[in-house]
Every structure is written in C-alpha cells, then in structure tokens.
C-alpha cells in the first residue's frame, strides 16, 4: 500500500512540475498533420489574416496546440470562418488598427501530453481576458460528443449546434 501511494503521488508530483514550468508561446508553424480535426487547413491558412497558432511549451517540447481567429461574429463553418476572420483583418486594416476582430474563434485544439489541451484553454482564456479589444471566447467545434465533453468539462458553455459544427462559449 505504501509503494502504491509513492507511485501516485510521484506521478502526481510530475503533472504538476510540467503544468507550472508549462508557458504559452505564439508560434509561426506547426505540424498540420498532427492536428485529429482539421489537418486539411494548410499553415498558410492557419497563419493569414490575423489568425493564430499558440502552443504551451514545456522543456523544448510543444505539448498542445490551439488554432484560432479573429472574427466580429459567429461562424458556423470553416468556409464561413474564412470570410469572417478576412472581413475582421480587412476591416481593420483598412483603419489601420491593430486589434481584428471582438471575438475570439477557436477552431481547432489538441494536446500531445495529458492535461495539455485543458491547460492550453485555460491558459489562451487567461490571454484573451487580458486583451483590450476581445470580448468572448467562442469555438468552431467538430460534431463530436468528445468535442461536447471536452468543452463542457472545461467550463464552456453549449451556443449552438449546426449541420456541421458546433459552438461553446468559454465566459470572460
């Protein structure tokens, strides 16, 4: 019994040491075939007009990784986040403004070590509350009930479900 409680509490001890010493990096790149719900969206996708790749970063090692973008409304297909995310950057663009967008769209997410995708919620969640100009935190997710349970469980709350997608709000 004693040996058993070592071993939990050791393997405890060690999830712990990599969620703290874990930190949120932008990144300019990642690798398209690893992501299990969108590895058809190129990088060049993923990286124009204002979108963004974070990833939380833990000894060298990239352990999740979030894709999202700028939006000024609601998407509920890829192909209506496109436009939506180019309208948002265009706009602000063309005021010469910096900040694209009022709403946060994650549309993709996944974790290449336990507890990496919740951390990396929590953490781009603490990101965007920071931010000026962003005002929600909304998911473009696939029809998934891991999707579902994954959003729930980590605080989101169910928006819409469409013919392709589904939305989750996360509460700033």
Known sequence: MKNFKRVVRDK??????????????????CDINEDPIRPELDVKFRTSYGRKIYGVKYKNEICAIMCFGFTNEIPKTIHEFDLMTRDAYLQSSSRRNQNVGKIAIAYTVWSKKKGGGKLIVK??????????????????????????????RNGA????VNDETQNFEYKL
């Open 12 to 29: 405890f001890d060690n999830f712990f040491d990599w969620v703290k010493g874990a930190k949120l990096i932008e990144l300019d790149t």
């Open 123 to 152: 953490e781009v969640f603490k990101t965007i509350r920071k931010s000026s100009h962003l005002n929600r935190l909304i998911t473009l997710s696939p029809l998934t009930d891991m999707a579902r349970n994954f959003h729930i």
């Open 157 to 160: 709350k169910e928006l819409s």
